[in-house]
């Protein structure tokens, strides 16, 4: 039904900032929920945050750790969803997917690498 595709990941240093890109195989303007997930190694796949389209605005909720300095978007024209992270710390490394949840089934992508270390 549809396949997505990250992108952006990296190495960074503290402080920093890095935009992660998730790109859909299709048209996401009827795509209810999408989102973006994390995994540190030896740690459970966590939320970070998710959109969802109500049809007149578009609502996120973001887990805690990450309140203030990540920022999720979606472009419908360009069937792209964004993170914005800003003040990356060595806690938001890890491997981050994005979904997006379809006729009730959830579709991943295979993932990209975020790294902050000094």
């Known amino acids: 039904q549809v396949q997505l595709v990250e992108s952006g990941g990296g190495l960074v240093q503290p402080g920093g900032s890095l935009r992660l890109s998730c790109a859909a195989s299709?048209?996401?303007?009827?795509?209810?929920?999408m989102g973006w997930y994390r995994q540190a190694p030896g740690k459970e796949r966590e939320l970070v945050v998710t959109?969802?389209?109500?049809?007149?605005?578009?609502?996120?909720e973001y887990a805690d750790s990450v309140k203030g300095r990540f920022t999720i978007s979606r472009d419908n024209a360009k069937n792209t969803m964004y993170l914005q992270m800003n003040d990356l710390k060595p806690g938001d490394t890890a491997v981050y997917y994005c979904?997006?949840?379809?006729?009730?089934?959830?579709?991943w992508g295979q993932g990209t690498q975020v790294t902050v270390s000094s």
């Open positions: 299709r048209n996401i303007f009827s795509i209810r929920t």
């Open positions: 959109i969802t389209n109500l049809g007149s605005a578009n609502y996120a």
């Open positions: 979904k997006a949840v379809l006729d009730g089934t959830n579709y």
